[in-house]
């Protein structure tokens, strides 16, 4: 399990999660592996922070 360190990082990863861009909207999206739902879409930008990039050609 990931762990906030209160120094604009974590340590560890966010298990079971993965993220992908839009490629319309270009926002990214944090997605259950176990599930495949979406579980969150960033309004910010950038990444989620500790959660594993997926290739977009894998994730379709």
């Given at each position: 399990m990931a762990?906030?360190?209160g120094?604009?990082?974590r340590v560890g990863?966010?298990?079971n999660r993965a993220q992908v861009q839009n490629p319309v909207t270009k926002k990214w999206?944090?997605?259950d592996t176990k599930t495949g739902k979406i579980v969150d879409v960033?309004?910010?930008k950038g990444q989620?922070?500790?959660v594993r990039?997926?290739?977009s050609k894998r994730a379709s």
């Amino acid at each position: 399990m990931a762990a906030n360190t209160g120094k604009d990082h974590r340590v560890g990863a966010v298990k079971n999660r993965a993220q992908v861009q839009n490629p319309v909207t270009k926002k990214w999206i944090k997605i259950d592996t176990k599930t495949g739902k979406i579980v969150d879409v960033k309004s910010s930008k950038g990444q989620f922070k500790g959660v594993r990039v997926l290739d977009s050609k894998r994730a379709s």
